[in-house]
Structures are given as C-alpha cells and as structure tokens.
C-alpha cells in the first residue's frame, strides 16, 4: 500500500486521525495531516482506506 498526502489540499478536519491514528497525526500549529506509517502493515489498511474515504477535502491518496 502507497499512501499519498496532499497537505495543500488538508483542512485539518481530523477525521483520518479518528479513523487510523496510528498511521496519521496532525501538526500541532496547524492540523495539517502528517504520515507516521508510510507503508501500513496490512492489517491496517481497512482502517487507512477508511480514513481516506472520510477526509471531506480528498487530501489522502491510497494505491494497493
């Protein structure tokens, strides 16, 4: 899995922390979107395809 962020696009809504925060996090000064896990361990790609799916502002790109 090759994830994809576009933190030009990110809001900091938040929703991809709610729905994988152990492979997204958010900037303290700003809430933009940061990557902790590049490449995902399989188990969690249920949840990264999630947090994709929820992010109103298409910031995450998920490639399998």
Same mark, same amino acid.
């Given at each position: 899995?090759? $994830?994809? $962020?576009?933190?030009?696009?990110?809001?900091?809504?938040?929703?991809?922390?709610?729905?994988?925060? %152990?492979?997204?996090?958010?900037?303290? %000064?700003?809430? $933009?979107?940061?990557?902790?896990?590049? !490449?995902?361990?399989?188990?969690?790609?249920?949840?990264? %395809?999630?947090?994709? !799916?929820?992010?109103?502002?298409?910031? $995450? %790109?998920?490639?399998?």
């Amino acid at each position: 899995m090759k $994830i994809t $962020i576009d933190e030009d696009k990110c809001v900091g809504a938040g929703q991809c922390v709610l729905a994988a925060g %152990e492979v997204f996090d958010q900037r303290d %000064e700003d809430g $933009i979107v940061v990557l902790l896990a590049p !490449a995902p361990p399989q188990e969690l790609w249920a949840q990264v %395809e999630d947090a994709a !799916a929820r992010c109103p502002a298409l910031a $995450i %790109e998920v490639e399998k």
